[in-house]
Nanobody, 117 residues
Framework: QVHLVESGGGLVQAGGSLRLSCAAT????????MGWFRQAPGKQRELVAA???????NYADSVKGRFTLSRDNVKNTVYLQMNSLKPEDTAVYYC???????????WGQGTQVTVSS
């Protein structure tokens, strides 16, 4: 089993920056990819960014050029640096882990990001 602990998030004005962190513990050997999803009120959960083992990060078109996902494989931690934040980035952000076992995935508890205009 993989346990995810998220940190970061909060309230920021438009144009500001925030950094989210997600640390994985437990059966980290099974991790195939780590990343972040988000869910705004009344909307479906959507992929923000993800990075697979040995690969470059992938980003949603809406965040390209503003968000940067990085991964520390020693600490089993991913960081989402969010710059030039917009009100439409307001959502609950969830850390996500994909494993090498088909259909087995893990989610963090979620952290609120609110961007005021």
């Amino acid at each position: 089993q993989v346990h995810l602990v998220e940190s970061g998030g909060g309230l920021v004005q438009a144009g500001g920056s925030l950094r989210l962190s997600c640390a994985a513990t437990g059966s980290t050997f099974s991790i195939r990819a780590m990343g972040w999803f988000r869910q705004a009120p009344g909307k479906q959960r959507e992929l923000v960014a993800a990075i697979a083992n040995g690969a470059n990060a992938n980003y949603a078109d809406s965040v390209k050029g503003r968000f940067t996902l990085s991964r520390d494989n020693v600490k089993n931690t991913v960081y989402l640096q969010m710059n030039s934040l917009k009100p439409e980035d307001t959502a609950v952000y969830y850390c996500h882990v994909d494993t090498i076992y088909s259909a087995l995935e893990y989610w963090g508890q979620g952290t609120q990001v609110t961007v005021s205009s």
